[in-house]
């Protein structure tokens, strides 16, 4: 792969600034606070210069891969056999198996149990992904990218290598490493009796896309492999859009069926379930959630997948139409409070509230 350059003088003079800055947090008498003002800057809104500076590092730059790396050199050393039990879904003649890679992502192989072809959704440690591949003896034959961040693509490149017919499908726009098989908004990529849709679903990045395996080939449920639009009970961040471009495309998967799986990205049930409470604490789906929840996460097993119709249910990012939400949050923006909330300024209220919440 050749590793994008410098688009403009002015990224060298800003990441040096920000190298500097990082150094001095990390170096003073007081590094607990320094590195607490240090996530405090990261963790700041999209829009604001050094989270810019930074993501444009880590997109656009070697740098990212090399921040990938060591995320997966440390993964593999804190969890040898994942950071979660998982449990595959077996349908008629199809096999959903998440593979827990990183600290807490997930990848997804797709198997056609009779024709043993093999699709892998966002294959970040391709070391993980080739054992359970060679565990189920199945042939790869193409690779689904949600998005380009390294956490999720960052296996293209083994992979694509190892298994010479298979194919790297994504979205054009988002820069995804080794892609051959562009996909637009309702493309379908079909392997065996895998029918699998591409849904635009931009906000996190520019290209997301969010992938729907159609359940009526195999007469189950659908399967929806969200990667960072949505998570149990939350969503993901707006890095490359707006509030209104994030709430449209959850508005994109509000629109399937109560009885959709949903496999996200990452492992983020028991934070996010913590924050609704913090929304609605009288929400009882919401507990009754959690205390399943929690049950889960002590005995470190996975808790993927969840229905379409649990999130609507306590997902506070997917209740911006509720008025139950919209008065817990208190008066609007308007002088008076008296106009309420859009669903946009909603969902990026919630969005603020969550960053205070997880940095407490």
Request: proline share 6%.
């Amino acid at each position: 792969m050749a590793w994008p350059g410098w688009s403009a003088p002015w990224l060298w003079v800003a990441g040096c600034g920000l190298l500097l800055l990082v150094l001095v947090l990390l170096v003073s008498p007081r590094s607990c606070r320094a590195r607490r003002t240090l996530r405090g800057l990261l963790m700041a809104r999209s829009k604001r210069l050094l989270f810019r500076i930074g993501y444009s590092l880590y997109t656009r730059t070697w740098l990212g891969y090399l921040f990938y790396r060591q995320q997966l050199r440390r993964a593999r050393n804190r969890y040898p056999k994942g950071h979660s039990r998982t449990q595959p879904r077996l349908f008629n003649g199809v096999k959903v198996l998440p593979i827990p890679v990183l600290s807490d992502n997930y990848s997804y192989l797709i198997i056609d149990t009779q024709a043993r072809l093999a699709v892998v959704v966002d294959p970040s440690d391709p070391q993980a992904v080739q054992a359970s591949i060679e565990k189920e003896g199945v042939n790869l034959v193409a690779i689904l990218c949600t998005h380009k961040h390294w956490d999720h693509s960052g296996g293209n490149r083994d992979l694509s290598r190892r298994h010479q017919d298979c194919r790297v499908y994504g979205s054009p726009q988002d820069g995804i490493p080794y892609l051959t098989h562009p996909l637009c908004h309702q493309d379908v990529v079909s392997v065996g009796r895998l029918q699998i849709r591409a849904l635009a679903t931009p906000g996190h990045t520019q290209g997301h896309l969010v992938y729907l395996l159609d359940g009526e080939p195999y007469k189950g449920p659908s399967c929806l492999f969200s990667g960072d639009l949505l998570f149990l009970s939350g969503c993901g961040r707006t890095f490359e859009g707006t509030a209104e471009t994030m709430l449209s495309s959850l508005d994109t998967v509000l629109g399937l069926g109560d009885d959709t799986l949903l496999w996200p990205g990452h492992e983020y049930a028991e934070e996010n379930l913590g924050f609704a409470g913090v929304v609605e604490p009288e929400n009882l789906a919401r507990e009754r959630k959690m205390q399943w929840v929690q049950r889960q996460r002590m005995e470190r097993k996975s808790t993927c997948p969840s229905t379409l119709g649990e999130e609507r249910s306590y997902n506070p990012f997917l209740r911006t139409h509720c008025l139950v939400l919209q008065e817990a949050l208190g008066p609007g923006p308007g002088p008076t409070g008296d106009d309420g909330y859009s669903r946009a300024e909603l969902l990026e209220k919630l969005r603020r509230l969550k960053d205070l919440h997880k940095s407490k």
